[in-house]
């Protein structure tokens, strides 16, 4: 598995879903730039230690950032208001990428988590 692979799922998308999501793409590899790129249930995944811990995926009217933990959002709910989320998934308009803040919580979370 490789960032080709994200790069290939990713040139399946119409616009603005696909540059949303590269951007997102690069927005986590900022905080974790060493994370391996891969697939991960036929979504793009990012892998520390063998450990899945950020992802996103497109859907037909929305998409989704999943850190693959079923407890990251109560952690910050807070500065979730502007979106919907279950235990798995947060859910964002197709054309405005989470802004990096965000996103640097998240896998902080998600990290911490995840353990050394």
Not at 19 to 29: C, N
Not at 75 to 86: G, I, K, P, V
Request: glycine share 6%.
């Amino acid at each position: 598995m490789t960032a080709a692979e994200i790069d290939a799922y990713l040139a399946g998308l119409e616009e603005p879903k696909r540059s949303t999501l590269e951007e997102l793409r690069r927005r986590i590899l900022n905080v974790i730039p060493e994370a391996e790129q891969t697939i991960s249930y036929k979504m793009p995944a990012f892998r520390i230690d063998g450990k899945v811990v950020a992802g996103f995926a497109a859907f037909k009217h929305h998409l989704a950032y999943l850190p693959h933990s079923g407890s990251v959002f109560e952690e910050m709910a807070e500065d979730l208001t502007a979106y919907t989320y279950s235990k798995g998934s947060l859910r964002f308009p197709v054309d405005e990428p989470l802004p990096q803040n965000v996103v640097n919580r998240l896998i902080e979370i998600r990290l911490h988590q995840a353990g050394p």
